[in-house]
């Protein structure tokens, strides 16, 4: 199944807590089972997605659309159907974005193994994208141009 990367701003979240369910966790991270996402207007399109488990984590997520050019998830049928999705709008998509501290130009994100979220149910799974051949785990979040600039 294609899932839709796009924002649909007037859409509503997962849930009024924007919270989901996670039952697989996350790879290397099988123990959180449960997230939220938490946003400030003034780092968007940036996310916070915390994990709860035994200590909770904090990922920076994005929804790609509008960001990533010519992205196009896939989702494996067998992801699709574990998921409950019936139709591409069904899922939001989340990729986790790696930040280095000391260099923010080179943050770069994983378009391979997104969180997928069955907006109706809030439930979630990272999946490995059927169509992962087409992208990197370590896309450059910033453009070579924008990178150089950044150095300067």
Partial sequence: MK????????SPGINPAHEAALPFGLVG?????RMELV????????LWMRLHGPEPLHFIVIEPGGIIAD???????????AL???APEDAM?????????DRPHEATVNLIGPVIINRRTGVGK???????????????????????????
């Fill in 3 to 10: 899932v839709a990367p796009v924002i649909h701003p007037g």
């Fill in 29 to 33: 991270f099988p123990e959180h089972r």
């Fill in 39 to 46: 946003f400030l207007p003034e780092q968007l399109p940036f």
């Fill in 71 to 81: 992205y196009e998830p896939e989702l494996f049928d067998e992801d699709a159907a």
């Fill in 84 to 86: 409950g999705l019936e």
């Fill in 93 to 101: 998509v989340l990729n986790i974005v790696c930040l280095h501290r």
């Fill in 126 to 152: 990272q999946v490995v994208l059927a169509n992962h051949g087409r992208y990197s785990a370590h896309h450059p979040l910033v453009g070579e141009t924008a990178a150089c600039a950044a150095q300067a």
